[in-house]
């Protein structure tokens, strides 16, 4: 079984930054792929960043682009989430979320076993 934890969520005006993370519990974390979500009222949970691994490969919803970078720390099974320029628009319940093992596919909810609770992100225009 899997643990995740977030944190760094808030509130912050627009064009601000937050970093969120994701701590893991568990041993299968450093041979993961880690993936964070976001989740508005009203919409449906959507793809934000997927990391491999070894953090080699990275990869990004469109709208975030430039602006979010996603890391990790395998010493200390941590997944981070920097989020700079943040827009009204991202306003939202934010899930870091452990791919399941031996998956391919990291853009969908159903390729996750693991979630965590969330993290609120506000931005205020």
């Known amino acids: 079984q899997v643990q995740l934890v977030e944190s760094g969520g808030g509130l912050v005006q627009a064009g601000g930054s937050l970093r969120l993370s994701c701590t893991a519990s568990?041993?299968?974390?450093?041979?993961?792929?880690m993936g964070w979500f976001r989740q508005a009222p009203g919409k449906e949970r959507e793809f934000v960043s997927a990391i491999s691994m070894n953090g080699g490969g990275t990869y990004y919803q469109d709208s975030v682009k430039g602006r979010f970078t996603i890391s990790r720390d395998n010493t200390k099974n941590t997944v981070y989430l920097q989020m700079n320029s943040l827009r009204p628009e991202d306003t939202a319940v934010y899930y870091c979320a452990v791919r399941k093992s031996g998956w391919i596919y990291f853009r969908n909810t159903n390729d996750y076993a693991y979630w965590g609770q969330g993290t609120q992100v506000t931005v205020s225009s």
């Open positions: 568990g041993r299968t974390f450093s041979s993961s792929t």
